[in-house]
Each structure stands twice: as C-alpha cells, then as structure tokens.
C-alpha cells in the first residue's frame, strides 16, 4: 500500500512541477521541439490536486494503521 502511494505521490509531483517547466524547456532546447504543446496549468492542477488526494489517502492509511495497532496492543 505504502509503495502505492509513493508511486502516486512521485507521479502527482511530476505532473506539478514537471509538466509546467516542461514547456519553458521544449521553448528553450531545440531537441524536445518534438514534445506536443499542451496547457501547462491544468496539469499543474491536476497534479496539486492528485498530491492532496495522496496526502489524505495516506493520512487514513496511517490512522488506519495505528488503530489497529492500538487495538491489538489493549488486547
């Protein structure tokens, strides 16, 4: 589960900080001209608000985790 949201996280950050500069780059270096123009802002949307959504999926994974750790502890 962990590695999932890892994962998820490293993809929403690619998408929030990469996908913006990527533009700037593909203006800038003549070999990535061949990268399609896109809108930078939506996917640096897109990627913010897939990290806040791994952020909170792994809040719960960790509340969840410790509940049932305390329950197995009182036990």
């Known amino acids: 589960m ?3 949201l890892f994962l998820c996280g490293l993809f929403a950050f690619g998408l929030y900080w990469v996908a913006p500069n990527l533009r700037v ?3 800038k270096v003549s070999w990535l ?3 399609p123009a896109y ?3 939506f996917w640096g949307y897109f990627g913010a608000a897939l990290m ?3 952020v909170v999926t792994g809040l719960i994974f960790l509340v969840k985790t410790a509940l049932h750790m305390w329950r197995d502890m009182s036990d």
Request: charged residues 25%; without cysteine.
């Open 2 to 4: 962990l590695k999932y």
């Open 25 to 27: 780059l593909r203006e």
């Open 33 to 35: 001209s061949w990268l």
């Open 39 to 41: 809108d930078a802002a």
């Open 52 to 54: 806040i959504g791994t």
